[in-house]
């Protein structure tokens, strides 16, 4: 969990740092983080953890990079649906991940159908680009929150038979759970 602290750190710091980046960058920045995401992958996997360590933290910084925009945004237009939207994450986030970890039985045997779901969800999102019905993204954004805490609920659940050789793709993964909780709250609480 120090590792997830550490890697909401750096996002943050993302953030901060490309606040005022515009046009491409945030693309850019997203590419590049998914390639961090792979490397620490095949480094950990290898048995390169200072490598995989590293390629974590990047990643966080170069997430953070690229929902910069996304951030400020909400910063500027509705501030108090960012710290409605980090309190929500946090309850959220901390409740489900201790009901994980509380259940002794392994629920890995989700992950093949959450991985269906949120191929669900990113086509459901693909739609709604082109598809303009407000209801449909507050019904997005509440199915989206099931899938990431279901996902939150397993990934906690996994800490329990996790080895310090997970620890760091399981950060990852716990990570990810986070920023797309912050970022579906983020759509729910906001005004417009």
Not at 74 to 96: E, K, M, S
């Amino acid at each position: 969990m120090g590792l997830v602290a550490v890697t909401v750190g750096f996002a943050t710091l993302g953030v901060y740092i490309a606040r005022e980046m515009g046009g491409a960058g945030w693309f850019i920045a997203w590419i590049v983080a998914f390639g961090c995401l792979v490397g620490l992958n095949v480094a950990n996997a290898r048995g390169h953890h200072g490598l995989a360590l590293t390629l974590l933290f990047a990643f966080g910084l170069l997430l953070g990079a690229s929902i910069a925009t996304t951030v400020n945004y909400y910063a500027t237009t509705d501030p108090t649906a960012v710290r409605q939207a980090l309190g929500a994450t946090a309850l959220f986030v901390g409740g489900l991940g201790a009901g994980g970890y509380a259940i002794r039985r392994d629920l890995s045997f989700l992950y093949r159908t959450l991985f269906f779901l949120l191929l669900g969800l990113i086509v459901a999102g693909i739609v709604l680009i082109f598809v303009r019905i407000p209801a449909l993204y507050t019904v997005y954004a509440l199915f989206g929150l099931l899938i990431f805490g279901l996902y939150t609920v397993v990934d906690f659940n996994r800490l329990r038979r996790a080895g310090t050789q997970e620890a760091i793709p399981l950060a990852a993964g716990i990570f990810l759970d986070v920023v797309n909780v912050f970022l579906l709250f983020l759509r729910l609480f906001a005004r417009s």
